[in-house]
């Protein structure tokens, strides 16, 4: 199978962290035999001088093709207007890559296209296929279809993309009832959930840790990007209730500013460390130190950070966003609370005093591994190839 991924959420060497997942994915099933992948990764940048801006400067200066991590992977540039023209996203990606897909189709033929993103890579894929005469799939992930499938000037496109591929998939089953409600058809959806790279996310000692930074008391985490639907200040609300607990922000975005005033106004400043966005080779060791790892999105799919913390051992606390009562159906594992301050305190003291044992935490994912993964994903594959 000749495939061409397409992922605009795809790590680079100026956001490491960024879409690793999808890194991991796509490297499991390449290396399989049989299989050949070619990864394009747009980049969106909008004209000078914005271009300059430091948020913009790394990525244009990415190289245009190159090796990461045994994948080829190309990284045109595709025009972006800050702020307004989202909508547009699909047709100028199009637009800047078809030369690049249609020659490297003419030299080698491709049999799908496999788009990690609903939007804009689905729309994407869908014009692409069209062209080439090849079936293409899509990945649903979450916020992808909570907040693009249903957004006015692209509720449509999305639509469209799910209608015409041969197969999509959704990163939990609740997601996958999402995406029936927003129209799409339930026969053509398959539940693929992430893996965990298990020998790496374990249990470890955090006394080290813990030490470096002074916390001498419980300690909370949370992982993602500092952004409004992650909800993190929910968190450090809820910490005013917790005498004596340490909260860690691992994490860079918006909202930090906010964050940080936050802190300072709760009187809270010395108990809320802010880690920045933690390298992913060196995030166990934060997990594993930890004593609940607390993320309270308003949407999810299933989030990575989730299974990453349980494989350390680290209970977690969540809202019920995505996949959460699929993933948590365990008390060991951590709780579900309400999107409110109180709610997620009452839940965290439940957690700090259950006594759970990291090993028994860790047990509770002990199936999500990107073996089982890129076997799935090999099938669906496969399946879309046989027609």
Request: proline share 7%.
């Amino acid at each position: 199978m000749r495939i061409l991924t397409l992922a605009t959420l795809f790590p680079n060497a100026a956001r490491p962290n960024f879409g690793i997942f999808v890194g991991r994915q796509t490297a499991a099933i390449a290396g399989r035999e049989g299989v050949d992948i070619t990864v394009i990764s747009p980049q969106a940048l909008p004209p000078w001088p914005l271009s300059r801006h430091a948020r913009y400067r790394t990525l244009g200066a990415l190289p245009v093709h190159e090796n990461w991590h045994g994948l080829s992977v190309y990284r045109p540039r595709f025009l972006h207007i800050p702020g307004i023209g989202g909508h547009w996203q699909p047709q100028l990606m199009v637009r800047a890559i078809w030369p690049l897909v249609e020659r490297l189709h003419r030299e080698r033929p491709f049999d799908l296209i496999d788009a990690e993103f609903f939007y804009p890579d689905g729309p994407a894929a869908r014009i692409l296929a069209q062209r080439l005469g090849v079936p293409y799939s899509v990945k649903a992930r979450g916020a992808d279809i909570h907040h693009w499938g249903h957004a006015d000037k692209t509720r449509a496109q999305v639509l469209e993309a799910g209608r015409d591929a041969a197969a999509l998939l959704a990163v939990s089953s609740a997601l996958k009832q999402d995406m029936v409600a927003l129209g799409m058809a339930s026969e053509k959806i398959t539940v693929h959930y992430t893996g965990c790279d298990q020998a790496r996310f374990m249990p470890q000692p955090g006394d080290a840790l813990r030490a470096e930074h002074g916390i001498t008391g419980p300690m909370l985490i949370t992982v993602g990007a500092l952004i409004a639907r992650k909800r993190q200040h929910l968190v450090i609300e809820a910490l005013a209730s917790l005498p004596g607990t340490t909260l860690v922000l691992a994490g860079q975005g918006e909202e930090e500013p906010r964050y940080r005033a936050l802190a300072t106004r709760l009187d809270l400043a010395d108990r809320v460390l802010f880690a920045g966005s933690v390298p992913h080779d060196d995030l166990p060791r934060w997990l594993a130190a930890a004593d609940t790892m607390v993320l309270p999105s308003s949407s999810e799919g299933l989030a990575n950070a989730w299974v990453e913390s349980l494989a350390c051992g680290t209970p977690i606390v969540i809202c019920n966003a995505g996949g959460a009562s699929e993933l948590l159906n365990d008390p060991v594992a951590g709780r579900i609370a309400a999107p409110d301050p109180a709610s997620l305190a009452s839940a965290i003291r439940e957690v700090l005093a259950s006594g759970a044992q990291p090993e028994q935490v860790r047990a509770t994912v002990s199936h999500f591994t990107w073996q089982r993964n890129a076997d799935e994903l090999h099938r669906h594959f496969e399946r879309i190839v046989a027609g």
